[in-house]
């Protein structure tokens, strides 16, 4: 199953092989669905979008339904790695990170983004995000997300300064779903 990315090498950056599909597919969503930076030089980015997933009940009792506007979040693989190559520790980028989804939050909270329900994005980091309060929920076993974990790992093998050797360790994960709730306008003043 991986050995398509592993043929692509060691080009941390550079697409080769199948990683031009990578290249071309995250060029693609990015000109479709456009994506704002949570501040200059973010490692997150997002956009607000309408949910289209099953019911979701979130911990604080936040219902999170088919229809509902959330804000989706991204990390930019590609600023990570330069992040890594410029001498920053990874404990820095999670750091960062986690200040930027408590910024994204502030400000979805703040009635900024619209009337949206929460915050949500879909990661093999994902652990990571806890430290910024995010509930965080393993996707199930299926073949929609095995091809989510596939494209995440060659995400990491297209932009890791190792290549398929940087990646090679998340294929031992499972992507899961982030979920910050932020309720109704009405809910977040009482």
Known sequence: MWWPL???GDRGGRPRGVLWVWTGW???L???L???EVCPGALVSFRVATYRGRDVRLADGIVVGRGDRIVEVHLDSAALVRASAGGAEPLAAARAIAREIAA???LAGSGALGDVRAIHGTSLLAPGAVAA?????PLPRSVGA???RYFFVGLIALHHPRGWAGAAPYTRRWPAELWLPLGTPRERIS
């Open 34 to 36: 456009p994506r704002r």
């Open 133 to 137: 309060g995010a509930e965080v929920r």
């Open 104 to 106: 994204l939050r502030a």
């Open 30 to 32: 990015r000109r479709l």
């Open 26 to 28: 995250d060029a693609l």
């Open 146 to 148: 095995a091809f989510v």
């Open 6 to 8: 592993r043929v692509a």
